[in-house]
């Protein structure tokens, strides 16, 4: 069983910065992020495909949004800055050992078995 615990969120002006962690149980070959506005969708944010060392962010974050892993805690990061309004949500930790991350269909949720509870971020204008 993996489990996930997310820290870091809370309520920031539009513009600030927030970073946000997840500490993992086990090592999966995909770690992401996602998040999930009231009455919307969930999406991927970000991902690291372990097994290829490689990050990818979606677009719509890119330039604001970093996610790195600090394997010596088992721990993974997302570095949000500029944070707009609508940046605002739920964000989840998801990890999988299936490495469907490595394909462009990175960013969906039923892609990962393993999420954590989620942090709330509250950007406000």
């Known amino acids: 069983q993996v489990q996930l615990v997310e820290s870091g969120g809370g309520s920031v002006q539009a513009g600030e910065s927030l970073k946000l962690s997840c500490v993992y149980s086990?090592?999966?070959?995909?770690l992401a992020w996602f998040r999930q506005a009231p009455g919307k969708a969930r999406e991927g944010v970000a991902v690291?495909?372990?097994?290829?060392?490689?990050?990818y962010v979606r677009d719509s974050v890119l330039g604001r949004f970093s996610i790195s892993r600090n394997g010596d805690h088992g721990a993974l990061t997302l570095q949000m800055n500029n944070l707009k309004v609508e940046d605002g949500g739920v964000y989840y930790c998801?990890?999988?050992?299936?490495?469907?991350?490595?394909?462009?269909?990175?960013?969906?949720?039923?892609?990962?078995?393993?999420w954590g509870q989620g942090t709330q971020v509250t950007v406000s204008s």
């Open positions: 690291v495909w372990i097994g290829g060392g490689q990050t």
């Open positions: 998801a990890a999988d050992n299936r490495a469907l991350c490595r394909r462009s269909d990175r960013y969906l949720p039923w892609q990962y078995m393993h």
């Open positions: 086990n090592l999966q070959t995909c």
